[in-house]
């Protein structure tokens, strides 16, 4: 019961956060937006007439993007949740979440699984906003893409979780965008098929296969599409609890990073 | 023999190769109010992280209410009450919010959790102020909701690092009072300050200087000990002397 009350506290506090935070709730909305509505209008028949899965025709940019930008939603979310818990350290109030009297994997998780809460809400409204521009995926799709929303939205918080137990401060999340968002989205499935990087160079290819996030873009390409892709289910599983198990470790008090931070 | 609020034994800590704490140890008997004097860097900080557990002690033991803090974590955290020196406030959420998130970290029911949120509110004279949002407080206010906070649990211990900074006069002694009645109603405290004007006669004192210990005992005590008039003296003795 206690560790009942404490998740669903910790999931309340992040949605009441987020609510109050209007700027934060339209900026997450407008990125993924202006890509939707202005650059994948630009490319709109790059893809020309070819058929991938799971797609039965061929079909505009537009539509083969918005999963990526769905991708895109919950990459900038994890981040930008991790930058919080970097200023929340700061400002103290992380404290107050690890000095409570349960297991700290416990409540780490559960900060995550908040902040995906998070992630999802703002997937769906866009998905909402799609389906008014002329994206429609079959309605069961709106079903099946909640279980590859809340895996993404895990395994991509529990990599900046990770990430922020070794931020010392808020100035290095520059670092973060740099180093970890933008090649993390470029190099992925997110914005073109692999098909179409293996045209123009393998080693990228290659590297976009292996990319966690290009896992997690196909897990919901296919599962909004009504269809199921164990691959790229065993793939975003695996690297989820990888980096969860890392994000513990640096919060642990004793093995982690925390011990040679100081203040 | 009553368990002990907090026992600290033989604790040190290094940031790399310098020695924050040296080989530290000292009580705080339930009922007592124990301040925690030294200057900055002597080590408050480190020792707090240590208690609550955001730092690992690799050496020594730390004891709440009898629970060794590394191997009972939890039972050592359900006893014990921190207000950090950093505000810790949520301020785009109200007073109750905040509060009531507390709460349910502890592992408190809804109906318990509002009765003892309107209690501890009632005792801070902030009953008005439960739907405010804390971004509309000032300082002082802000600071009698983190106690509030920190007491809702009931712990046996209550940590204090340096509540008072950034407080004005009359807001400082108000803390300092309050404080000194919940030990008087059997709570232990541990206060951490370097101001020795917030240290009452009768308080336990452990001054901590350079990481070490260099003085546990009652105030009036270690000042007939040190043949000195003052506190402030005591002080200047204490921490002027090499580590």
Same mark, same amino acid.
């Given at each position: 019961? $206690?560790?009942?009350?404490?998740?669903?506290?910790?999931?309340?506090?992040?949605?009441?956060?987020?609510? $109050?935070?209007?700027?934060?709730?339209?900026?997450?909305?407008?990125?993924?937006?202006?890509?939707?509505?202005?650059?994948?209008?630009?490319?709109?028949?790059?893809?020309?007439?070819?058929?991938?899965?799971?797609?039965?025709?061929?079909?505009?940019?537009?539509?083969?993007?918005? &999963?990526?930008?769905?991708?895109?939603?919950?990459?900038?979310?994890?981040?930008?949740?991790?930058?919080?818990?970097?200023?929340?350290?700061?400002?103290?109030?992380?404290?107050?979440?690890?000095?409570?009297?349960?297991?700290?994997?416990?409540?780490?998780?559960?900060?995550?699984?908040?902040?995906?809460?998070?992630?999802?809400?703002?997937?769906?409204?866009?998905?909402?906003?799609?389906?008014?521009?002329?994206?429609?995926?079959?309605?069961?799709?709106?079903?099946?893409?909640? &279980?590859?929303?809340?895996?993404?939205?895990?395994?991509?918080?529990?990599?900046?979780?990770?990430?922020?137990?070794?931020?010392?401060?808020?100035?290095?999340?520059?670092?973060?965008?740099?180093?970890?968002?933008? &090649?993390?989205?470029?190099?992925?499935?997110?914005?073109?098929?692999?098909?179409?990087?293996?045209?123009?160079?393998?080693?990228?290819?290659?590297?976009?296969?292996?990319? &966690?996030?290009?896992?997690?873009?196909?897990?919901?390409?296919?599962?909004?599409?009504?269809?199921?892709?164990?691959?790229?289910?065993?793939?975003?599983?695996?690297?989820?609890?990888?980096?969860?198990?890392?994000?513990?470790?640096?919060?642990?008090?004793?093995?982690?990073?925390?011990?040679?931070?100081?203040? | 023999?009553?368990?002990?609020?907090?026992?600290?034994?033989?604790?040190?800590?290094?940031?790399?190769?310098?020695?924050?704490?040296?080989?530290?140890?000292?009580?705080?008997?339930?009922?007592?109010?124990?301040?925690?004097?030294?200057?900055?860097?002597?080590?408050?900080?480190?020792?707090?992280?240590?208690?609550?557990?955001?730092?690992?002690?690799?050496?020594?033991?730390?004891?709440?209410?009898?629970?060794?803090?590394?191997?009972?974590?939890?039972?050592?955290?359900?006893?014990?009450?921190?207000?950090? @020196? @950093?505000?810790?406030?949520?301020?785009?959420?109200?007073?109750?919010?905040?509060?009531?998130?507390?709460?349910?970290?502890?592992?408190?029911?809804?109906?318990?959790?509002?009765?003892?949120?309107?209690?501890?509110?009632?005792?801070?004279?902030?009953? @008005?102020?439960?739907?405010?949002?804390?971004?509309?407080?000032?300082?002082?206010?802000?600071?009698?909701?983190?106690?509030?906070?920190?007491?809702?649990?009931?712990?046996?211990?209550?940590?204090?690092?340096?509540?008072?900074?950034?407080?004005?006069?009359?807001?400082? @002694?108000?803390?300092?009072?309050?404080?000194?009645?919940?030990?008087?109603?059997?709570?232990?405290?541990?206060?951490?300050?370097?101001?020795?004007?917030?240290?009452?006669?009768?308080?336990?004192?452990?001054?901590?200087?350079?990481?070490?210990?260099?003085?546990?005992?009652?105030?009036?005590?270690?000042?007939?000990?040190?043949?000195?008039?003052?506190?402030?003296?005591?002080?200047?003795?204490?921490?002027?002397?090499?580590?």
């Amino acid at each position: 019961m $206690h560790y009942l009350r404490a998740l669903s506290a910790i999931v309340g506090r992040e949605l009441l956060r987020f609510l $109050h935070q209007r700027g934060r709730f339209v900026a997450a909305l407008v990125r993924p937006l202006v890509w939707l509505f202005i650059f994948a209008a630009g490319f709109r028949s790059t893809l020309g007439i070819a058929v991938i899965p799971p797609y039965q025709t061929y079909i505009l940019y537009e539509e083969y993007i918005t &999963p990526g930008l769905v991708g895109m939603i919950l990459l900038f979310n994890g981040m930008q949740s991790s930058l919080s818990m970097v200023y929340d350290r700061e400002m103290g109030s992380m404290r107050i979440l690890l000095v409570a009297p349960l297991p700290r994997w416990y409540l780490l998780t559960s900060k995550l699984l908040a902040s995906t809460c998070v992630s999802i809400l703002q997937a769906y409204l866009f998905l909402a906003i799609a389906y008014l521009y002329g994206i429609q995926p079959p309605p069961v799709g709106y079903l099946q893409v909640l &279980p590859a929303l809340v895996l993404g939205g895990l395994m991509l918080g529990a990599l900046g979780m990770f990430l922020s137990s070794f931020i010392k401060q808020l100035e290095n999340f520059a670092g973060v965008m740099n180093f970890v968002i933008f &090649p993390m989205f470029f190099l992925s499935t997110a914005l073109y098929p692999l098909w179409r990087l293996q045209e123009s160079s393998p080693l990228l290819a290659t590297l976009a296969r292996y990319n &966690p996030f290009s896992q997690a873009v196909e897990l919901i390409r296919f599962a909004l599409y009504g269809r199921f892709e164990p691959y790229a289910f065993g793939y975003t599983l695996i690297t989820m609890l990888v980096f969860l198990a890392l994000a513990i470790w640096g919060y642990n008090p004793s093995k982690g990073l925390m011990t040679r931070r100081g203040r | 023999m009553t368990v002990p609020a907090l026992e600290v034994e033989h604790v040190s800590f290094a940031y790399g190769s310098r020695k924050a704490l040296d080989d530290v140890g000292f009580t705080v008997p339930p009922g007592r109010c124990a301040i925690l004097l030294g200057p900055n860097g002597a080590g408050k900080s480190t020792l707090f992280n240590l208690i609550t557990r955001l730092f690992d002690s690799p050496t020594g033991t730390i004891r709440i209410a009898g629970f060794d803090n590394r191997r009972k974590a939890c039972q050592a955290l359900a006893r014990l009450g921190v207000v950090f @020196q @950093q505000p810790t406030l949520d301020l785009d959420l109200t007073v109750d919010q905040n509060l009531r998130y507390h709460a349910a970290l502890h592992g408190l029911g809804r109906r318990e959790a509002d009765r003892r949120i309107a209690a501890e509110l009632a005792r801070l004279d902030m009953s @008005q102020y439960r739907k405010t949002k804390v971004r509309a407080l000032s300082g002082g206010y802000r600071r009698r909701v983190e106690i509030a906070r920190a007491l809702l649990h009931r712990p046996t211990l209550l940590l204090l690092d340096e509540p008072t900074v950034g407080l004005d006069i009359p807001s400082r @002694q108000a803390l300092v009072e309050h404080v000194h009645a919940l030990a008087r109603d059997g709570m232990g405290v541990l206060w951490a300050t370097h101001l020795i004007d917030e240290v009452a006669p009768s308080d336990e004192l452990i001054v901590l200087h350079r990481g070490r210990v260099r003085a546990t005992g009652v105030v009036t005590e270690i000042i007939r000990r040190l043949a000195v008039a003052t506190l402030a003296e005591v002080f200047e003795v204490l921490t002027e002397e090499d580590a």
